[in-house]
């Protein structure tokens, strides 16, 4: 699996880019709560000066404590950033664009299905079971869970078999 790994100075960068980034992941996930502070506050800062404040809070307070009881725009952009390292670091550890675009296609089936049940949570009138499905899709996500599990298969894939 490993074989040629370290062949060239181009798999060297990529293997250090991939440790660094792997480091970080764990670092945030370790301090997520000083993460999410600090985007709370920033995300607090950009709001009022665009004079949305009272309209974020509005929508925050209508969203169920089982979904999240975080700043809408601060865990959104936890996600989406974690997300985004979690699909560049299979990238890196990958290196092939079809192991990328099936990583992509299923984040997106994940975050699809989680989307569907919380908004049909919401039209349901606030059914828990749907909140906390979609939660705990949520969770797995964005989490070092998919990458463990998708890198040695997305390595193993094989590209599909030209047509005759």
Same mark, same amino acid.
């Given at each position: ?13 990529? +293997? @250090? /880019?991939? $440790?660094?980034?792997? %480091? =970080?992941?764990?670092? *945030?996930?370790? &301090?997520?709560?000083?993460?999410? !502070? ?52 299979? +990238? @890196? /550890?990958? $290196?092939?664009?079809? %192991? =990328?675009?099936?990583? *992509?296609?299923? &984040?997106?089936?994940?975050?699809? !299905? ?51």
């Amino acid at each position: 699996m490993l074989e040629g790994a370290f062949s060239t100075p181009q798999h060297w960068r990529r +293997w @250090l /880019l991939a $440790a660094l980034l792997a %480091a =970080l992941l764990f670092w *945030v996930g370790t &301090y997520d709560e000083t993460v999410f !502070a600090g985007l709370t506050h920033g995300w607090q800062r950009v709001l009022t000066a665009l004079g949305l404040a009272d309209w974020a809070q509005r929508v925050q307070q209508g969203t169920s404590h089982q979904v999240t009881t975080r700043s809408l725009p601060a865990m959104l952009t936890y996600g989406l950033l974690y997300t985004g390292a979690c699909l560049t670091l299979i +990238w @890196l /550890l990958t $290196a092939r664009r079809q %192991a =990328l675009r099936t990583a *992509v296609l299923i &984040y997106g089936s994940v975050f699809a !299905a989680s989307a569907l049940l919380l908004i049909g949570g919401k039209l349901a009138g606030d059914a828990q079971w749907a909140y906390q499905l979609g939660r705990r899709l949520i969770d797995f996500i964005v989490s070092p869970l998919p990458v463990i599990a998708l890198v040695p298969l997305l390595r193993w894939q094989r590209p599909a078999a030209p047509q005759a």
